[in-house]
């Protein structure tokens, strides 16, 4: 099986699984287990190239399995305490630095009410969130923490935007 062209060999392998689907299976599966770190590599890679599947995958599983979600969930928030108290006050810190001076009592007041209306939409059950537009810190541009640059978005949809500025 000495192949020197890299789509000969694909085919090959390709053409060998199909016909020994059991001891492909097996080979791949003891693979696995004997490099987990390059797995490891292997799934970051996949999952910096389609941040969207992953994200309608994890959803998709959710879904399926909310009981399993909930525990996963509380284990994180559990394990991962401080490094999420750090997250938000730095969010908060940052907000306060994001919101200028200038904003009159109206301004301050139509902030209030988004986020009211993005808790009443939570009381029902609905998934939302509130959104900067323009990120308060983003890698090209930031925004300001103003109601012109607020917006009750989906939560999987902010997600996806995962602090990016989309025009």
């Known amino acids: 099986m000495p192949h020197k062209d890299p789509a000969a060999k694909k085919a090959y ?7 020994n689907r059991v001891k492909a299976y097996a080979a791949v599966k003891q693979w696995r287990k004997e490099n987990p770190e390059k797995v490891k590599e292997q799934h970051r ?23 399993k979600a909930a525990e996963v969930s509380r284990r994180t928030r559990t394990k991962n305490s401080v490094r999420i108290l750090v997250n938000k006050a730095r969010y908060r810190a940052n907000k306060a630095k994001r919101t200028p001076l200038w904003l009159t009592k109206a301004d301050l007041f139509e902030i209030q009410c988004i986020y009211t209306y993005r808790d009443a939409l939570k009381k ?3 998934d939302y969130e509130v959104d900067h537009i323009i990120p308060l810190k983003g890698e090209e541009v930031s925004g ?3 109601p012109e640059n607020l917006l009750v978005i989906k939560a999987s ?9 989309a025009e």
Do not use: Q
Request: glycine letters at 2%; charged letters at 40%; aromatic letters at 8%.
């Open 13 to 19: 392998m390709k053409e060998y699984a199909a016909k």
């Open 45 to 67: 890679r996949y999952a910096r190239k389609h941040p969207e599947m992953i994200v309608a995958k994890t959803i998709r599983w959710k879904r399926r399995n909310p009981e």
């Open 144 to 146: 300001l923490h103003v």
């Open 124 to 126: 029902v059950g609905l």
């Open 157 to 165: 949809e902010n997600r996806l935007k995962n602090n990016r500025y």
